[in-house]
């Protein structure tokens, strides 16, 4: 799979929501990252078929890639190394181009920033319906010692 630079237009129309991070901290190191996401489901994403901004990503070891965070996984994921900083869109939603698919697993990797210092309200982050990958838990906030969680 193939990262997909191509110019895209989508229909987006929704407000950023980064009520999850408490101060500006760790807003100019943001890390520049490409997620795999054919490691996302579809309960990761949100109406308009995005990913959204304070889910927790780790780094697939094979491919350098960053996915879901995975306690469980045993690929890189299992630990946490920030936050999606962005609401992320990838595939479908009428969008255009290569990589437009709506399935995941055939979906163009996508490039996203990702956030590794600040400080964090933890009972605002996303919670996602039918799993908890992506989810914050108690390993994780162990992992990200750069992060102050309130």
Known sequence: MAFDIAVREYDYSGNEDRTWLKTRKGFDTCRSVTLDVST????????????????????????????????????????AAGFLFNTTVVG??????AGSSTDLSTAADVGAPLLWEGVVEESKLPAFTG????????????????????
């Open 92 to 97: 479908g939603n009428g969008s255009s181009g």
């Open 131 to 150: 799993t908890v990958l992506g989810e914050l838990d108690a390993n994780g906030k162990t992992d990200l010692t750069f992060v102050r969680f309130e």
């Open 40 to 79: 996302f489901l579809s309960a990761h994403l949100t109406a308009k078929g995005a990913i959204p901004s304070g889910t927790v990503l780790g780094k697939i070891t094979a491919s350098g890639k960053y996915g879901p965070y995975d306690n469980a996984a045993s690929d890189g994921r299992q630990t």
